[in-house]
């Protein structure tokens, strides 16, 4: 009786936990976004975060296995916030792979977030399109 009772605790631990969590894709009129960032253009993503969102917000980039996606080059890619109390502020720098789940920062959140995806040095180049599941996201709340 009692290992049933804390069976049952834990389970609704955990979905109350998984509640309070929402995977917010970056604004856009529809998918997919194609990405394709070079030395000489960078690609910028807005999210909007639901109002009386509670933090924090976790941007992260995520892609399964196999996932289709172009690098050449110097791939380093750094992530600038455009906006927020730094705007130009470097917040990450990572490399996107298949088969991933890259934290890249968190924050405060904010009602509307965005970041510019630029190469960090040398000549490279990479390209991937975001669609539901495979991309770039912020965690809002507890996701972890």
């Given at each position: 009786?009692?290992?049933?009772?804390?069976?049952?605790?834990?389970?609704?631990?955990?979905?109350?936990?998984?509640?309070?969590?929402?995977?917010?894709?970056p604004?856009?009129?529809?998918?997919?976004?194609?990405?394709?960032?070079?030395?000489?253009?960078?690609?910028?993503?807005?999210?909007?975060?639901?109002?009386?969102?509670?933090?924090?917000?976790?941007?992260?980039?995520?892609?399964?296995?196999?996932?289709?996606?172009?690098?050449?080059?110097?791939?380093?890619?750094?992530?600038?916030?455009?906006?927020?109390?730094?705007p130009?502020?470097?917040?990450?720098?990572?490399?996107?792979?298949?088969?991933?789940?890259?934290?890249?920062?968190?924050?405060?959140?904010?009602?509307?977030?965005?970041?510019e995806?630029?190469?960090?040095?040398?000549?490279?180049?990479?390209?991937?399109?975001?669609?539901?599941?495979?991309?770039?996201?912020?965690?809002?709340?507890?996701?972890?």
């Amino acid at each position: 009786m009692r290992f049933t009772a804390i069976a049952a605790s834990l389970i609704a631990a955990a979905a109350s936990a998984s509640a309070a969590c929402l995977e917010q894709a970056p604004s856009t009129i529809g998918f997919p976004i194609n990405f394709d960032i070079t030395t000489t253009r960078t690609d910028a993503m807005s999210f909007q975060i639901p109002p009386n969102s509670v933090g924090p917000c976790q941007l992260i980039a995520k892609f399964p296995a196999g996932y289709p996606m172009t690098s050449t080059g110097s791939d380093l890619v750094n992530v600038r916030a455009l906006d927020g109390p730094a705007p130009g502020a470097l917040v990450g720098s990572l490399r996107f792979r298949p088969g991933t789940k890259v934290f890249i920062n968190s924050f405060a959140c904010r009602p509307v977030m965005s970041y510019e995806l630029s190469i960090a040095q040398g000549e490279g180049e990479v390209k991937f399109q975001e669609i539901a599941g495979a991309g770039l996201f912020m965690d809002v709340g507890d996701c972890y």
